[in-house]
């Protein structure tokens, strides 16, 4: 297995939740090293916004208008989150079906290519619900969030494990400076994933996400590719 042709063993691949506006702060980041990322999206609640309460701060919660999404996220993937981000273990089949495939519906119009991708809402996973999306929808991979050690390629698709949530600033960067130096021999996955309105929780965050940025970028020897590119 080589990643889309190209002669390399590893790849890295971000993922990145709810459709916010903060988006847009990251992807100029991601663009200027390089690097793609897969952005899961709620087609319903598109063009909403509230204000969290996150760490003693006020934090923008604001959606991307639909009109915006195709432009926002050109170069980069969109996948489903579902329509309106409930935990999709507590409904039935369905509701499960519904959620998914409307969505992926919804914003293969928006972006006019077919969605494939999902990241799971609210985190929730498990087989039966797995097992529904993989039977009933044209989603070919789900991302959990439960994060893993291992670099090496999944089986399961419908219940893929990332590697590193992007607040845990140590673990990315140690994580990063170990893929960097690893000398493949079978193909390797680096998968980070997390939510961009985070960022805004502390006044170095952004910072800290450009130093990993920098540092897992522009390595001959590694392909960088949304999720759909590295996992299909």
């Given at each position: 297995m080589l990643?889309?042709?190209?002669?390399?063993l590893k790849a890295v691949t971000f993922s990145y939740d709810d459709g916010i506006t903060q988006d847009i702060r990251l992807i100029e980041l991601l663009n200027k090293y390089g690097l793609k990322c897969t952005f899961n999206l709620n087609s319903e609640l598109l063009g909403t916004g509230i204000t969290l309460i996150r760490e003693g701060l006020r934090i923008a919660h604001y959606k991307i208008n639909p009109e915006d999404v195709k432009e926002i996220y050109a170069g980069h993937e969109v996948a489903v989150h579902s329509l309106t981000h409930p935990d999709l273990t507590t409904l039935d089949e369905a509701e499960i079906i519904r959620q998914v495939e409307q969505d992926r519906l919804n914003l293969s119009s928006l972006v006019g290519y077919d969605v494939v991708g999902m990241a799971y809402p609210c985190g929730p996973n498990d087989d039966r619900t797995a097992n529904i999306i993989k039977e009933n929808t044209g989603v070919k991979y789900c991302r959990t969030v439960t994060d893993v050690d291992s670099f090496d390629p999944q089986k399961n698709l419908y219940r893929f494990k990332p590697n590193v949530y992007h607040l845990d600033f140590d673990r990315m960067m140690k994580m990063g400076k170990e893929f960097v130096e690893l000398k493949?021999?079978?193909?390797?996955?680096?998968?980070i994933w997390g939510h961009s309105y985070e960022m805004d929780y502390g006044p170095d965050y952004w910072i800290k996400l450009e130093e990993f940025l920098e540092l897992i970028s522009n390595k001959d020897d590694i392909f960088y590719g949304t999720n759909a590119e590295v996992l299909l």
């Amino acid at each position: 297995m080589l990643f889309k042709d190209q002669n390399k063993l590893k790849a890295v691949t971000f993922s990145y939740d709810d459709g916010i506006t903060q988006d847009i702060r990251l992807i100029e980041l991601l663009n200027k090293y390089g690097l793609k990322c897969t952005f899961n999206l709620n087609s319903e609640l598109l063009g909403t916004g509230i204000t969290l309460i996150r760490e003693g701060l006020r934090i923008a919660h604001y959606k991307i208008n639909p009109e915006d999404v195709k432009e926002i996220y050109a170069g980069h993937e969109v996948a489903v989150h579902s329509l309106t981000h409930p935990d999709l273990t507590t409904l039935d089949e369905a509701e499960i079906i519904r959620q998914v495939e409307q969505d992926r519906l919804n914003l293969s119009s928006l972006v006019g290519y077919d969605v494939v991708g999902m990241a799971y809402p609210c985190g929730p996973n498990d087989d039966r619900t797995a097992n529904i999306i993989k039977e009933n929808t044209g989603v070919k991979y789900c991302r959990t969030v439960t994060d893993v050690d291992s670099f090496d390629p999944q089986k399961n698709l419908y219940r893929f494990k990332p590697n590193v949530y992007h607040l845990d600033f140590d673990r990315m960067m140690k994580m990063g400076k170990e893929f960097v130096e690893l000398k493949a021999d079978k193909p390797q996955i680096f998968y980070i994933w997390g939510h961009s309105y985070e960022m805004d929780y502390g006044p170095d965050y952004w910072i800290k996400l450009e130093e990993f940025l920098e540092l897992i970028s522009n390595k001959d020897d590694i392909f960088y590719g949304t999720n759909a590119e590295v996992l299909l």
